[in-house]
T-cell receptor, first 112, second 113 residues
Framework: GDSVTQMEGPVTLSEEAFLTINCTYT??????LFWYVQYPGEGLQLLLKATKADDKGSNKGFEATYRKETTSFHLEKGSVQVSDSAVYFC???????????FGTGTRLQVFP | NAGVTQTPKFQVLKTGQSMTLQCAQD?????MYWYRQDPGMGLRLIYYSASEGTTDKGEVPNGYNVSRLNKREFSLRLESAAPSQTSVYFC????????????FGDGTRLSIL
């Protein structure tokens, strides 16, 4: 079945460092791909999305490119801030549905 | 700016007690979802409702029941709580169209003793 695999955390970085959180997926057809962010004590918020191959989603300095050839959707940010500390979830929506399948989440800790 | 509202935010139950978690959305969305979040397991779908009057099982439905009261409200019931149901529960909604994201509530932290 469809699934999402994320790198295990926590990812620990200093402020202004470059961030990559890896995400790969298994799916039939052409799923939509999402990154959600969960700040402490809050629900999940949509960070960015991509709906077809080679699309790049971007928001708040974060980017991810839908790579069908490598079945990946890695999250990147050029310069992280302490306020980016959160748990990041990669998710896919199988083709022609609005359901979501989540990865296990990656905790990011950014220190000043 | 309410979006998806869940009540209560916290609850402690004893094994065998029953409880209903409430969820309401004000975005006129067709689809609503209940998830549970456990450490190291991400979010797992318990039940979902594609439209008013319809509900379907998700990945982990055992021990739960749901009710789509109207388009706005989707409740989750634990008839006889068990310690294995200790978790954080999230409600979400979407407009049911493909490519559209789900919007989440802030969660209910439930502990079963």
């Amino acid at each position: 079945g469809d699934s999402v695999t994320q790198m295990e955390g926590p990812v620990t970085l200093s402020e202004e460092a470059f961030l990559t959180i890896n995400c790969t997926y298994t799916a039939t057809g052409y799923p939509s791909l999402f990154w959600y962010v969960q700040y402490p004590g809050e629900g999940l918020q949509l960070l960015l999305k991509a709906t077809k191959a080679d699309d790049k989603g971007s928001n708040k300095g974060f980017e991810a490119t839908y790579r069908k050839e490598t079945t990946s959707f890695h999250l990147e940010k050029g310069s992280v801030q302490v306020s980016d500390s959160a748990v990041y979830f990669c998710a896919l929506s199988p083709y022609n549905t609005d359901k979501l399948i989540f990865g296990t989440g990656t905790r990011l800790q950014v220190f000043p | 700016n309410a979006g998806v509202t869940q009540t209560p935010k916290f609850q402690v139950l004893k094994t065998g007690q029953s409880m209903t978690l409430q969820c309401a959305q004000d975005m006129n969305h067709n689809s609503m979802y209940w998830y549970r979040q456990d450490p190291g397991m991400g979010l797992r779908l318990i039940y979902y409702s594609a439209s008013e009057g319809t509900t379907d099982k998700g990945e982990v439905p055992n021990g739960y029941n749901v009710s789509r009261l109207n388009k706005r409200e989707f409740s989750l019931r634990l008839e006889s709580a068990a310690p294995s149901q200790t978790s954080v529960y999230f409600c979400a909604s979407s407009d049911g169209q493909v490519f559209q994201p789900q919007h989440f509530g802030d969660g209910t932290r439930l502990s079963i003793l």
